[in-house]
């Protein structure tokens, strides 16, 4: 079975820029978690999708948002980017997103703003 | 209120030896833990989990972890450290929040295996 893909590994923009991040989820999972790590903030929770539409949040301001298709595939949109946006961005499934449920990550994709 | 500590930012291990990665946490109700491992420039690979049952659970790669309620303890463990288990290791925990629930992940340790 295939795993979480996440496209494009390595995005670079500057100040000002808009950006579309993309994951497809393992076969048969429909929940979608978004994830922001860097070294000083480590790994911090973005948004949860299920079944097309956000179950959870975390503390990030606006300009970050996304999406789930049918498919169970996400987006992420980070609009007008700053300095403070480089990170590694990664994408985790699971089958629904229950306590018990393992989360299964991408490789990431790596944003340098400029 | 932090969910989970991982109190060492580092731990440097002998090649053959047994390791130790310590993880606390702390939730209302019911613990649901994670352990996952990190290379360099790659996502979190899951290594096991703790939902209920036996307090230590066996997962991949030769690793295990055991659950101490009384200590609200989560420690990774591995009989003997192998060079390419150097990574960073997270632990995380499921918790209810406001809007359902969510992983909260503790800093991160770094683990080198020292040939």
């Known amino acids: 079975k295939a795993g979480v893909t996440q496209t494009p590994r390595y995005l670079i923009k500057t100040r000002g820029q808009q950006v579309t991040l993309s994951c497809s989820p393992i076969?048969?999972?429909?929940?979608v978690s978004w994830y922001q790590q860097t070294p000083g903030q480590g790994l911090q929770f973005l948004f949860e999708?299920?079944?097309?539409?956000?179950?959870n949040k975390g503390n990030f301001p606006g300009r970050f948002s996304g999406r789930q298709f049918s498919n169970s595939r996400s987006e992420m949109n980070v609009s007008t980017l700053e300095l403070g946006d480089s990170a590694l961005y990664l994408c985790?499934?699971?089958?629904?997103?229950?306590?018990?449920?393992?989360?299964?990550f991408g490789p990431g994709t790596r944003l340098t703003v400029l | 209120a932090q969910s989970v500590a991982q109190p060492e930012d580092q731990v440097k291990v002998a090649e053959g030896n047994p390791l130790t990665v310590k993880c606390t946490y702390s939730?209302?109700?019911?613990?649901?833990l994670f352990w996952y491992v990190q290379y360099p420039n790659r996502g979190l690979q899951f290594l096991l989990k703790?939902?209920?049952?036996?307090?230590l659970v066996k997962g991949s790669y030769g690793f295990e972890a055991e659950f101490n309620k009384s200590q609200t303890s989560f420690h990774l463990k591995k009989p003997s450290a192998l060079v390419s288990d150097s990574a960073l290791y997270f632990c995380?925990?499921?918790?209810?929040?406001?809007?359902?629930?969510?992983?909260?992940f503790g800093t991160g340790t770094s683990l080198t295996v020292i040939p």
């Open positions: 995380a925990v499921r918790e209810i929040n406001n809007t359902g629930n969510q992983f909260y």
């Open positions: 985790a499934s699971s089958r629904t997103g229950g306590f018990t449920d393992t989360q299964y």
């Open positions: 939730v209302s109700g019911n613990p649901y």
């Open positions: 076969s048969g999972h429909r929940s």
């Open positions: 703790y939902i209920t049952g036996d307090n």
């Open positions: 999708y299920f079944s097309e539409t956000q179950r």
